[in-house]
């Protein structure tokens, strides 16, 4: 079965953490339009730093319950080397979708930052796009709901404790680099 998967990033504690949700293609509509569901009227994306902590709890709550996984990398990172650490742990996840004869990878825009990812793909992808099937894109995350479960497990996993009790079901694996 092949994969979509969405990815964002958070950085804690010296620790930079890029999460990767894993959609099959028969559940993209269904969990899109559950996550517009779930926006407060006027807002045009769920972005959990935002967020009050009781709807935090409402959210992450839901998204357990949607039929989607996630992979979290984790780096140590100083603030100056945050992005090493996540063209490390980008390399590390594209990897990992070859493996799984993932799709289509996307990714929450930085702007100008984006070329960096673009390097790092390419360099992972070498001669094998066309081989792989496997294409990626950055999107603004209001234009694509499905990196907003990314956005909140990479949350809830850096701040630890309770919140990542609440995500734990929704990641599969943490792979530490």
């Known amino acids: 079965m092949t994969v979509h998967a969405f990815v964002d990033e958070s950085a804690r ?10 959609v099959e293609p028969a559940h993209l509509a269904s969990t899109r339009r559950t996550l517009a569901g779930l ?5 045009r994306e769920l972005h959990f730093k935002k ?27 100083m603030p100056k080397t945050e992005e090493a650490a996540r063209q490390r742990c ?20 930085r702007n100008e930052r984006d ?23 950055h999107l ?6 499905l990196l907003w479960i990314s956005d909140a497990v990479a949350w809830c996993f850096g701040a630890g404790g309770d919140w990542a009790r609440r995500s734990a079901c929704l990641v599969e694996e943490h792979i530490r680099l």
């Open 13 to 22: 504690n010296r620790q930079f953490l890029l999460c990767m949700t894993l």
């Open 115 to 137: 070329e960096h990812d673009r390097r790092t793909l390419q360099r992972s992808l070498g001669s094998l796009p066309s081989k792989s099937e496997l294409t990626y894109e």
């Open 90 to 109: 980008l390399a590390q996840a594209v990897e990992d979708l070859l493996g799984m004869g993932a799709r289509r990878l996307v990714l929450d825009t």
């Open 140 to 145: 603004d995350s209001t234009l694509e709901p």
């Open 51 to 77: 967020e009050k902590e009781p709807r935090r709890r409402q959210l992450i709550d839901r998204m357990g319950k949607m039929f989607v996984t996630t992979r979290v990398y984790t780096a140590s990172c």
């Open 39 to 43: 926006l407060l009227r006027g807002a």
